[in-house]
């Protein structure tokens, strides 16, 4: 269901969303499958440091890699910042990936009604 959302929404920009639950795989397949993305979309902490495993083909330099991290509204100012890497994004600084810090806006979370 999130997945024909995803696509409906984005297609006209010809984005095609993908979403595979990595739990149940073993861990070959894991690494098989970020062998093939270009890109990887995931909620800051959410293991978004198997990114590591899409790995960088020198033949096809002109594939870049995309890590683009979700974090919290309350997230501190500097995340969103292109000078600056997140925490996590620190790992990719400065190499053949390209990392994104998205700082989520202050409606994105869900409170508990009263």
Not at 43 to 71: C, F, P, R, S
Request: with cysteine.
């Amino acid at each position: 269901q999130q997945q024909l959302q995803c696509n409906e929404k984005y297609i006209e920009r010809k984005i095609f969303c993908h979403i595979i639950v990595l739990e149940p795989l073993h861990s070959r397949d894991v690494i098989v499958i970020h062998r093939a993305s270009f890109m990887l979309i995931g909620v800051h902490g959410a293991q978004l440091t198997d990114a590591i495993w899409m790995g960088y083909d020198d033949e096809h330099k002109q594939q870049n890699k995309y890590i683009i991290e979700l974090l919290p509204f309350n997230a501190p100012s500097y995340t969103s910042s292109i000078d600056r890497p997140t925490a996590l994004g620190v790992i990719f600084w400065d190499s053949q990936y390209i990392h994104v810090g998205l700082k989520l806006a202050n409606d994105s979370a869900q409170y508990p009604r009263k």
